[in-house]
């Protein structure tokens, strides 16, 4: 009886800290921003041409966004790598920003065929702010071939890190040979594969590629810059603000990966290049609104948290 009694004071006492931790203060959080710095900035205008409007074209810190983490109530953002493969250093820069009270981690850039993969990643690692690295497209078929980068591989499941992928439905298999080789890797494909709804519809490809990645328990997927999926050219008119346009994809994600796999973020300021950002979380929210706030709770902070492994104390 006695034994009981503490346990459902701990219990009490739990319940008590997670209303009073993700009550009053913004609750959601974000894992899925890009910032970058001045230097990252002048080396990439002399390789890529990008238009006025593109927010990866320039600085972008912590505290250009306040505004949007205090209005949309989001207690913190992970940050997630927009960096060039072979500048490690740019990771650095990142890490550095990460003092900040909006920031709770960072998924880095590196290249696993790299012999001194290892010694960037300790340094990262002993900041304490590193989550994990992202890797993009036929990056992952080229680790999986390599045997350095599967030496690597193994380092980041044993340190708890994530893979991030910035991937599309036609790499599904890799994903698939990815989770089945390193089992207690957690895998997060970025942003639906990359869908895009074309009348009304997603592809037949990406409805399979869905299905495939979700029966790995490992792998988890990030319903992130949603605006990014309508048929809008960037820059352009604003992507639709109805949740129906965005159902083709949001229940085929959701009925495969379930409640406990699916994590939110909203690519800022990416997602800003199709629309308002306050869209893409409006959605989500009226999407989960009628499964409880059970399943709110864990796509808008409790998966992150957890996939992520993100330390309360970084948390505003």
């Known amino acids: 009886m006695k034994y009981t009694f503490q346990f459902l004071s701990l219990t009490i006492a739990l319940l008590a800290f997670q209303l009073v931790a993700f009550g009053a203060k913004p609750w959601i959080i974000d894992p899925h921003t890009h910032f970058k710095g001045a230097t990252q900035i002048e080396y990439e205008r002399e390789r890529v041409q990008r238009v006025p409007q593109d927010s990866l074209g320039r600085v972008v810190t912590a505290e250009d966004y306040r505004d949007v983490a205090n209005r949309l109530e989001i207690r913190s953002t992970l940050v997630i790598e927009a960096c060039d493969q072979h500048k490690p250093e740019f990771n650095d820069w990142v890490l550095n920003e990460a003092q900040s009270e909006l920031i709770c ?3 880095a850039r590196g290249d696993l065929t790299d012999p001194a993969f290892p010694q960037h990643f300790q340094r990262y690692y002993n900041t304490g702010y590193l989550n994990g690295f992202r890797f993009r497209f036929d990056e992952l078929r080229g680790y999986l071939d390599n045997e350095l980068a599967r030496k690597h591989l193994r380092l980041l499941e044993n340190h708890g890190m994530v893979v991030d992928l910035l991937i599309e439905a036609s790499h599904a298999d890799d994903v698939s040979a990815l989770a089945d080789a390193y089992p207690g890797l957690r895998i ?32 988890y997927c990030k319903i992130s810059s ?11 008119v604003a992507a639709p603000t109805e949740l129906e346009y965005y159902l083709p994809i949001l229940n085929p994600v959701y009925d495969a990966f379930g409640p406990n ?25 009226e ?16 998966n992150a948290m957890k996939v992520y492994n993100i330390r309360r104390r970084y948390l505003r």
Request: charged share 20%.
């Open 226 to 236: 949603i605006n990014n999926f309508s048929e809008v050219l960037p820059f352009t």
């Open 188 to 219: 997060v494909v970025n942003h639906c594969f990359r869908a895009k709804i074309i009348d009304s519809d997603i592809s037949m490809e990406l409805k399979s590629a869905i299905i495939q990645c979700a029966r790995h328990r490992n792998v």
């Open 287 to 302: 999407f989960l609104e009628p499964k409880g706030q059970l399943v709110i709770n864990k796509a808008m902070y409790r």
């Open 261 to 285: 796999r699916v994590i939110f973020a909203t690519n800022w300021g990416v997602s800003a290049h199709f629309g308002s950002v306050d869209n893409v979380k409006n959605i989500i929210m």
């Open 105 to 107: 981690g960072y998924v």
